[in-house]
């Protein structure tokens, strides 16, 4: 098990109220799967991401990565495992401006203190394997969408992580480049990565192997395609 | 690899806000500068003062005119005359030169050009005292001195003033006050000595300057030349008891002229300069802490603007250090840079005056490595809580930041 969630809660102030963004969430996720979360807005979504991807901490609840109780970690280990378990692509892809396409790939390793002459090599890999070897030298204000986001998707795979979470990583993109990520996303998925997407579109949902849709902070529905 | 990283953000930030990055580091730019400038000056100068002393070869003690105070009445300069400097000469007990000076502008012509120079009269023993050699022609002697002779020597730098060669003047008649002098010598360029350029004055014979030129038997100073194995308290007595005499000043009745050693001079300058350079080194040390505040204000500005960029780093696994060093690299560079920049115009300040005044031109290493590690230190000091700042940014938040 990848994934292990138990009473999963997150609460928020806002002014003098608590809000209650997720409200007890179960969940398990095997080694392999390709899992969709969908949902509304303001259903609870990006919240159980912010959690089970390591950038917040959950109010209440157990939270299990490979096994390892994640919720009592400090600051800094919860960056380690950022760094090494976890790969993240955004739907604005986040990509350092000034930097090329290899210099954003190489980001990671640098945190993880990988060698250079390694890094670069297995840098390299991945640009390759998301098809952009001609294009690695270029800044992202001289790549389109597309090739942005498989930049974004090499760099969240360059430390070979346990779990590729993607938050709408389609939602800049037209429906053609749209077609190569999801492609791509499912490739990386058949050679055994875990993936989990994290959108409202239903189509986009439907090309993965397990929809679990979230509503009112809680798990509505979880289907095996 | 982390350090480089940083380095290398910290460039391409500074860099890409080049025109924000420069107005930040102004102060810091200024600070460095004026401490660079002053300091250097400052050491130059004292440089300059010693290379002159060092000129005088040995020791001199320098005899002026003093107060006669009788009670509360001041009644002016009593002045010391030739007669004072050859009761000095006639006192064999101890080996001194006696070089009495008299010193004045007057106008000097020679064809059309027609300047206002110094004239100095001394006796011929002067140019030994000084070291100075000839160029060409020769130096006048004690027979052109008793002789009253109308003979000058000039300084290297005359015949330009005269708007003409020194082969041109070289046993010419050049007028002095109105009267004709025949050019005798020309020296070699001696350089200047901080105090005064021997290059820019012409020489004559003390008699023919106090009878011919300045109608006095009063001299500005009477120089007595030691070697430095003498005793100056001993000498100083002498010179004393001499003048007293001289001038007849009785018992408990305080002396009318002064004895001064100039390196008494030289400590008193250097004591000011010290104090001086203190005083603009410190204000110019305000202004890098005044320019360390505009440097934490900018980075305050940066923190926020690269809100979107922490989360990202902190996404991709950048710990709370990570993102410290990145803003404090940042900070420390914004300074350094401001530093060497105020380094190098400091640097130019400094060569232009030492070319300007004829100092020895010498650089202030260790004002220099002082300021840029102070910089840098400025640039910790006031990067540290802007860096928190960024360290400190929830990654969720700061991700989905506008």
Redo the contacts between chains.
């Keep these: 098990m990848i994934i292990k969630t138990t009473e999963l809660k997150r609460s928020f102030e806002v002014g003098s109220e608590t809000v209650e963004a997720i409200k007890g969430i179960n969940l398990e996720v095997k080694a392999g799967e390709f899992l969709a979360i969908t949902g509304p807005s303001g259903s609870g979504k990006t919240t159980l991401m912010?959690i089970i991807?390591c950038?917040?901490t959950p109010t209440s609840g157990e939270y299990f990565l490979n096994n390892k109780l994640v919720n009592e970690l400090n600051?800094?280990e919860l960056?380690?495992i950022?760094?090494?378990e976890i790969g993240?692509v955004?739907q604005s892809f986040?990509l350092?401006a000034?930097?090329s396409a290899l210099d954003n790939v190489l980001?990671?390793m640098?945190?993880?203190?990988?060698?250079?002459d390694e890094?670069t090599i297995r840098a390299k890999h991945v640009l390759d394997q998301v098809g952009l070897t001609d294009r690695m030298n270029h800044g992202p204000t001289e790549l389109s969408g597309g090739q942005q986001q498989r930049v974004a998707i090499a760099?969240a795979m360059v430390?070979k992580p346990s779990i590729l979470f993607a938050d709408e990583p389609t939602g800049n993109l037209d429906s053609k480049t749209e077609g190569e990520v999801m492609g791509l996303f499912k490739e990386l998925n058949e050679d055994g990565q875990t993936i989990i997407v994290i959108t409202h579109e239903e189509n986009i949902a439907n090309q993965s192997k397990r929809i679990i849709n979230i509503k009112d902070g809680l798990i509505e529905s979880d289907t095996n395609i | 690899m982390l350090f480089k990283e940083s380095l290398i953000s910290a460039i391409s930030s500074i860099r890409s806000n080049s025109i924000r990055s420069f107005l930040t580091s102004l102060a810091i730019i200024i600070g460095t500068a004026a401490v660079i400038a002053v300091i250097g000056i400052g050491s130059s100068a004292e440089k300059a003062l010693e290379a002159s002393i060092d000129d005088l070869g040995g020791r001199t003690l320098y005899v002026a005119p003093g107060q006669n105070r009788r009670g509360a009445v001041t009644k002016g300069l009593i002045p010391l005359d030739i007669k004072d400097a050859e009761a000095l000469a006639k006192y064999k007990e101890h080996d001194w030169e006696i070089s009495p000076t008299i010193t004045r502008n007057r106008q000097v012509k020679f064809g059309n050009a027609n300047i206002n120079q110094r004239i100095g009269a001394y006796l011929p023993i002067h140019f030994g005292v000084r070291g100075y050699e000839l160029e060409s022609g020769r130096l006048f002697d004690e027979d052109d001195n008793l002789g009253r002779k109308r003979v000058v020597v000039l300084g290297s730098k005359i015949p330009s003033e005269l708007k003409t060669m020194a082969g041109n003047l070289l046993n010419k008649e050049i007028l002095i006050a109105g009267t004709s002098y025949k050019v005798i010598g020309i020296l070699k360029e001696e350089g200047s000595t901080g105090w005064q350029n021997p290059d820019e004055e012409l020489y004559i014979p003390l008699l023919t300057g106090s009878q011919r030129v300045f109608g006095t038997p009063n001299v500005d100073s009477i120089n007595v030349g030691i070697s430095n194995d003498q005793n100056v308290d001993e000498i100083m007595m002498s010179i004393e008891q001499i003048l007293r005499a001289k001038h007849d000043i009785g018992p408990g009745q305080d002396n009318d002229f002064r004895i001064s050693d100039y390196s008494q001079f030289a400590d008193l300058r250097r004591q000011a300069t010290g104090i001086f350079t203190l005083l603009i080194a410190a204000i110019a040390g305000i202004s890098l802490v005044v320019g360390g505040i505009g440097v934490m204000n900018i980075m305050l500005v940066s923190v926020t603007e690269r809100t979107r960029e922490i989360g990202l780093r902190k996404a991709l696994g950048a710990t709370h250090s990570a993102i410290m060093l990145q803003f404090v690299v940042e900070a420390i560079l914004l300074c350094i840079i401001g530093g060497l920049i105020g380094l190098l115009i400091g640097t130019g300040i400094l060569w232009i005056c030492a070319t300007l005044f004829d100092w020895p031109f010498a650089l202030p290493i260790g004002a220099m490595i002082g300021s840029i590690t102070f910089s840098a230190m400025v640039g910790l000091f006031f990067g540290i809580w802007p860096a928190k700042k960024a360290a400190k940014l929830d990654p969720a938040t700061s991700l989905r930041y506008e």
């Design positions: 912010n991807g950038l917040d600051e800094n960056a380690g950022r760094n090494k993240f955004f986040h350092l000034k930097n980001l990671p640098k945190y993880a203190g990988t060698n250079i890094a760099r430390n």
